[in-house]
């Protein structure tokens, strides 16, 4: 077998000299300083802001210009030169408009690629030719290779620099040239990007966002509980599926489902206008930037509603096939006296209101009616064939995982469901009981499972992919019960709290992050737990690095409806080779306003970490597989050439 292993091997690298060469290049590598990495959560749609923070690397663009040009340039042309670096295409047409003719351009053309030039190589200083090259734009390699290294020994050279720029203006490829510099920068900037969770709902454009991440040359994605609500729709889950729809009805983005994911939403239409009316609790939440009729508002209220009463009834079946997932506090149709009108939730009687129950049946709460099961199985039929959609899942399931060990630290949305004392709470599924590590490993298996078989919708493993958005065991939500019903209908706000579980104000206390470090078996000296999911509420003075730096909470809300609470856009984290630094978004406003003025959103860092030494890949999970390629190498070496 090892054998036969080593003779594919060979295939690949066909001469001594070859694998000598490639364990040289590897073992160079080893000692670069580590890669940048770039850590962002909760993106919820927000696309636009998300671009910007993708783009500026948050932060660290301006810095490498700033470290590079602040003898030679003003702090004005410093941000304009960052925005064309983060925006190159936009801003060389309005910087060009500026220009009383073509001289000033060229002459401009010559400064700006001169400058790029040496940013380029500014921010590839740490890392070998070879990763550079994957970096450059394909049909620029050669001419900006030459640029590059002619620019060591400038002042020498300046009249063959300036030859090959004069040719790239007179064949009029100084904007493609710019375009492709700009964009080398940003990718050079991060080297690997971590999503910890929540790219889905309430924001507009979470398919673009999906798009982006396709493209990106390197990133992985932990699941938040709205991606995976939306890999169960596709995974066969039908209440998933009415849950999806119900939150983007609320948040009037149901054009993502039926444009951008092409999901007939005719049928669930008819059902809404034949049985619902205008109401109040269910008009949708308006976007500032976003006008709608009264007759599409009136058609969404209505879709709303039908969705919502889809999703409560399909509940039903599930929370009583899965005792285990003890929820029979959420039976809340069943609950309801529907001639009084209210309904009583821990011996406690509450008046509803805002209902739209035409299509229950007293004696049978959770049955469909003919027509919303028909409903709900055209959605779900519609979705299953949504090309778009099944690529977007896809690659969430390819890049995706409940939690990662990255480079020492733990990346997780959620929590790790813990009890009052701090120990791992407990779930049982079939039979066996699980907790902490077991627990989320368990879980992945079932949505794994489930979404590689969708033919099977009410199994065990779909019905958990549900669990994983709304249960009190669950990694992802981490609250006791999900109060949906509550919100729309009762207006006590008593019964709208959703209690967190212990985890979320044991996590301040560094012992509990050293054991649930432990549990994951990284290093709690050395290891860090990496946050999503709770907006860290700064206006009321919560700091997102808790349990002294162990853990860092890095949503601050990119999602718009939630700024007023949180009073801030967004944190970032990086964690380049001389530590980690936390970066706090302020509002994003638009595009146009950062090409126009500048603006960047960016504010404070916050250091989380100084590594005393400078780290280096041989110290990262990338520095422990080129490890292991070296090893196998020398094996090859051994085996073919006797060495
Ligand atoms: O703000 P909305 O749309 O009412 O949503 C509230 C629901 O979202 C949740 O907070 C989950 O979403 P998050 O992961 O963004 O917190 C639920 O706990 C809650 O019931
Ligand atoms: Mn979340």
Redesign the pocket.
């Known amino acids: 077998m090892k054998n036969k292993f080593l003779d594919l091997l060979a295939q690949r690298y066909e001469s001594e000299e070859k694998v000598v060469t490639e364990i040289i290049n590897l073992e160079a590598i080893l000692d670069l300083p580590k890669g940048t990495e770039h850590f962002v959560s909760?993106l919820?749609g927000e696309y636009q802001a998300f671009q910007h923070v993708l783009r500026n690397g948050s932060g660290k663009v301006k810095e490498k210009i700033r470290d590079r040009f602040s003898n030679e340039l003003s702090e004005e042309e410093i941000t304009e030169f960052a925005t064309l670096v983060y925006y190159p295409e936009e801003k060389l047409q309005l910087i060009k408009s500026h220009f009383a003719n073509k001289k000033e351009i060229n002459e401009w053309y010559i400064k700006k690629i001169e400058h790029l030039i040496q940013l380029v190589s500014y921010a590839s200083s740490k890392y070998t030719r070879s990763k550079l090259r994957k970096a450059l734009p394909k049909q620029f390699v050669y001419i900006i290779e030459e640029l590059l290294y002619k620019t060591d020994d400038y002042t020498n050279k300046k009249p063959y620099y300036k030859k090959i720029v004069e040719q790239v203006i007179s064949l009029d490829q100084a904007d493609e040239l710019i375009i492709g510099l700009a964009y080398t920068t940003q990718r050079l900037v991060v080297d690997h990007l971590h999503v910890v969770g929540?790219i889905y709902d309430?924001g507009p454009e979470p398919d673009k966002i999906m798009d982006t991440l396709i493209n990106y040359h390197s990133v992985d994605v932990q699941w938040?509980?709205?991606d995976v609500l939306w890999l169960g729709a596709f995974a066969g889950s039908k209440v998933c599926l009415a849950n999806i729809i119900r939150?983007c009805a609320?948040?009037d983005n149901l054009d993502i489902i039926e444009d951008v994911y092409g999901i007939n939403l005719r049928p669930l239409l008819n059902l809404a206008e034949k049985y619902y009316e205008d109401n109040p609790a269910f008009r949708p939440k308006r976007q500032s930037n976003k006008k709608i009729s009264d007759q599409e508002q009136s058609q969404i209220t209505k879709i709303h509603q039908a969705i919502a009463m889809i999703q409560f009834k399909l509940e039903s079946p599930i929370i009583k096939r899965r005792p285990n997932f003890n929820m029979e506090k959420r039976l809340v149709l069943e609950k309801v006296n529907y001639e009084k009108n209210e309904i009583t939730l821990r011996g406690e009687t509450y008046p509803l209101v805002n209902t739209c129950f035409a299509t229950v049946n007293p004696e049978q709460p959770d049955q469909l009616l003919e027509e919303e099961q028909q409903v709900i199985d055209k959605l779900l039929f519609s979705v299953r064939h949504s090309e778009k959609l099944g690529r977007h899942m896809r690659f969430l399931m390819k890049k995706g995982s409940l939690y990662l060990k990255y480079n020492g630290n733990l990346l997780i949305h959620g929590c790790i469901p813990i009890d009052e004392q701090g120990n791992m709470e407990e779930m049982k599924i079939e039979n066996k009981s699980y907790a902490g590590r077991e627990l989320l490993d368990i879980f992945e298996h079932y949505l794994r499972y489930s979404f590689d078989h969708p033919e099977e919708t009410d199994d065990l493993a779909t019905d958990m992919v549900w669990y994983l958005w709304t249960g009190e065991h669950s990694s992802l939500?981490g609250?006791r019960e999900?109060?949906?019903f509550e919100?729309y209908f009762i207006t006590d706000k008593k019964t709208h709290k959703?209690v967190k579980n212990p985890y979320y104000y044991m996590r301040e206390n560094e012992e509990i992050c050293h054991k649930i470090l432990k549990e994951f078996e990284l290093d709690p000296m050395h290891g860090h737990i990496i946050n999503g999911?709770?907006p860290v509420k700064e206006i009321e003075g919560e700091n997102p690095i808790k349990a002294n730096g162990k853990i860092v909470v890095i949503d601050g809300g990119f999602?718009k409806?939630y700024q007023p609470t949180t009073g801030i856009a967004g944190y970032t984290l990086l964690y380049n080779s001389y530590g980690m630094q936390l970066v706090a978004h302020k509002h994003f406003n638009s595009k146009q306003e950062v090409l126009h003025n500048g603006n960047d959103v960016l504010s404070v860092k916050r250091l989380v970490d100084k590594e005393l030494k400078r780290k280096k890949v041989r110290e990262t999970n990338v520095g422990e597989s080129l490890l292991q390629e070296i090893s196998m190498l020398k094996g090859l070496l051994k085996y073919r050439y006797m060495k």
Request: positive net charge; charged residues 35%.
């Open positions: 909760d919820h929540d309430r938040g509980n709205h939150i609320r948040y939500f609250k999900m109060t949906t919100r959703e999911h709770t999602s409806a």
